[in-house]
C-alpha cells in the first residue's frame, strides 16, 4: 500500500525521528511512526470502501483514497460516474492533471448528464491555463445544471482570465444572486477554479467588493476592498467614482479604510 508521503506536502518528511530532549528528565524521546494506512479490504463491499475513500480524502490521503475508489469499482458499484468524478478530485488535488482529465472523461462516459464531471474537468483545463477548453466545459455543466452558483463562479473565473472582463462580471452576478456566499467556499461536488496571478487576484477582489456593494452586503464589500487594495490593485481609486459603492462611501470604516491606506502584500 502506498505511504502518505507525498499527499501530506512532505510533512512526514519534515517530521524529526528524534525530537529534542524532553523537559522533564532530559531522556531522549523519538516520534511516533506515521499512521499506516490498511490496503482495501477484499471483503468490504463497495459502499463501505467508497465511504473509507471519502474519509481518506477529508484527511488528504489522497493516494489512499484512489486505492479504496478503485476497489470500489472492481465491485461493479451501480454509481460508477460518482466514483470516477471522486477519484478525479483526488487526482486533481495532488495536481495529477493529465490522470484527472482521464477520470473525469470516464465520468461523463458514464453518465452523460453529470454536471459536476463536467465542471471538474473544466478546472483542470483551466488550471493548465486552456481557458477556451475550460469555458466550454463549464457551459456544459451549467446546461445541465444552471442553478450551480459554484459552475457560473468558475466560468466567470475562466472569462476573467482571458480578460473578458464584462463577461466575468456577468457569470460572478449569476453566482452571486443564486449563493451570496459562493465566493467564500467550493463546492461539495465541484472544484473551484483559481485565479493564478496576483494582478488578476487583485482586480477580482474589487470586482467582489463592488459587487457585493450593489446588493447591499457592505461589511463584504469592504473586506474585498481591503484584499483589493493589500493585493495592490491599481485601479482602487474608481472606489470614489463607480456608483456601485455610493452606500459603501457613506459608512465610517470606508472612510478608515481608504486613510490607512494597507500597504500592499508582497507575492
Not at 36 to 42: K, L, T
Not at 88 to 96: D, W, Y
Not at 147 to 163: I, M, P, Q, R, V
Amino acid at each position: 500500500m502506498r505511504r502518505r508521503l507525498f499527499v501530506l506536502c512532505f510533512t512526514l518528511l519534515l517530521t524529526p525521528l528524534v525530537a529534542a530532549f524532553a523537559q522533564q528528565g532530559g531522556g531522549l524521546q523519538t516520534a511516533p511512526p506515521p499512521q499506516r494506512i490498511e490496503p482495501p479490504s477484499r471483503t468490504a463491499s463497495a459502499e463501505e470502501l467508497e465511504m473509507r475513500g471519502d474519509e481518506l480524502r477529508q484527511q488528504k490521503a489522497f493516494l489512499d483514497a484512489i486505492d479504496y475508489y478503485r476497489a470500489a469499482l472492481k465491485k461493479g458499484k451501480n454509481t460508477t460516474a460518482v466514483l470516477y468524478n471522486k477519484v478525479g478530485i483526488a487526482e486533481l488535488q495532488l495536481q495529477r492533471l493529465k490522470q484527472a482529465r482521464k477520470d473525469f472523461g470516464r465520468a461523463i462516459k458514464a453518465d452523460k448528464k453529470y454536471a459536476e464531471a463536467y465542471n471538474n474537468l473544466g478546472v483542470t483545463w483551466y488550471q493548465s491555463k486552456k481557458y477556451g477548453r475550460a469555458i466550454a466545459q463549464y457551459k456544459k455543466a451549467i446546461a445541465l445544471k444552471e442553478e450551480s452558483a459554484a459552475f457560473h463562479s468558475n466560468l466567470g473565473t475562466a472569462y476573467f482570465a482571458e480578460k473578458q472582463f464584462q463577461l466575468a462580471a456577468i457569470e460572478y452576478g449569476r453566482a452571486l444572486q443564486l449563493d451570496p456566499d459562493v465566493f467564500e467556499r467550493n463546492s461539495k461536488a465541484g472544484v473551484a477554479a483559481q485565479l493564478q496571478s496576483p494582478e488578476d487576484r487583485a482586480h477580482f477582489a474589487f470586482v467582489l467588493a463592488k459587487m457585493y456593494a450593489q446588493v447591499g452586503y457592505v461589511d463584504r464589500s469592504l473586506f474585498y476592498l481591503r484584499k483589493a487594495m493589500e493585493d495592490g490593485y491599481s485601479g482602487i481609486n474608481d472606489v470614489y467614482k463607480d456608483q456601485e459603492f455610493a452606500t459603501v462611501r457613506e459608512d465610517p470604516r470606508f472612510v478608515e479604510l481608504m486613510a490607512a491606506k494597507p500597504v500592499s502584500i508582497p507575492q
